[in-house]
C-alpha cells in the first residue's frame, strides 16, 4: 500500500532524479573539481538520458492529469421530514465514582501462598 501511494504522488520520479543527479555527479567528478562537477550537474544544461527519461515522464503525467473529466457526484435524495423519536424506555444508570478511595481494595487474608511456591 505504501508503494502506491508512493507511486500515486509522483515519488518515483524524484527518486529517478536523484539517482540520475548522483550518477552525473560521480561522472562529472573524474574529470573536474567537485565545485566544477555540482555545477555542470545541476546547471539544466547538461542533462543526461536518464534525466530526459524523468522529464518525460513527468510532462506525460502532467499531460494525462488534465484530461481528466471530473464527475459530479450524485447522492440519493434526502427524505423531506426527519422526524426524531426518543427511546421506548429509559433508565437512569448508577453513578460511577472514580475517586482513589473507591478503588482501593485490600489484600485477600490470609495471603495466596502459591504465588510463592
Known amino acids: 500500500m505504501l508503494v502506491a501511494l508512493l507511486a500515486a504522488s509522483g515519488t518515483h520520479w524524484a527518486a529517478l532524479q536523484s539517482v ?7 561522472q562529472n567528478w573524474q574529470s573536474a573539481p567537485l565545485t566544477q562537477a555540482l555545477e555542470k550537474t545541476f546547471d539544466g544544461k547538461h542533462p543526461c538520458p536518464l534525466c530526459n527519461v524523468v522529464a518525460a515522464g513527468q510532462a506525460e503525467e502532467q499531460k494525462s492529469d488534465f484530461t481528466r473529466e471530473l464527475k459530479k457526484l450524485e447522492y440519493p435524495p434526502a427524505p423531506e ?5 426518543g427511546p421506548a424506555q429509559f433508565r437512569l444508570l448508577p453513578e460511577i465514582t472514580f475517586s ?5 481494595q485490600e489484600p485477600p487474608v490470609p495471603v495466596p501462598r502459591s504465588l510463592f511456591v
Open 20 to 26: 540520475a543527479w548522483a550518477t552525473m555527479l560521480a
Open 81 to 85: 421530514r426527519w422526524v426524531l423519536m
Open 100 to 104: 482513589s478511595e473507591a478503588l482501593t
